[in-house]
């Protein structure tokens, strides 16, 4: 119903910026949310940043100021901006949305894009 396309990931020098985005298709008027989730080796999953259908924001502890996630004029591509990479940012980044169904909800994913930060 939702289906999620990234693009924009890659390798960067720690203290660089990339930037994430994220195109949606489908259904793409009943989505509520979207956000970016990411996955380090041997790490949790983490939720990265949120943007809701007002335009609200939320972002993890160790992103805030660095990160910074938007929408376009028609709400169907989100970006994440990141600035001041860190080699502890290197995950793979999974754009995500959120829609109703039914009484519950349903998650959807992208693909993954990999950011790789050296130092």
Known sequence: QVQLVESGGGLVQAGGSLRLSCAASGSTFSINIMG???QA???Q?????????DGIT???DSVK?????SRDSS????HLQMNNLKPEDTAVYYCSARAPSGLKYVDYW??????????
């Open 36 to 38: 970016w989730d990411r």
């Open 110 to 119: 992208g693909q993954g894009s990999q950011v790789t930060v050296s130092s």
């Open 41 to 43: 080796p041997g790490k």
């Open 65 to 69: 100021g660095r990160f910074t996630i």
């Open 45 to 53: 999953r983490e939720l990265v940043a949120v943007i809701n259908r």
């Open 58 to 60: 939320n972002y993890v």
């Open 75 to 78: 709400k169907n591509t989100v």
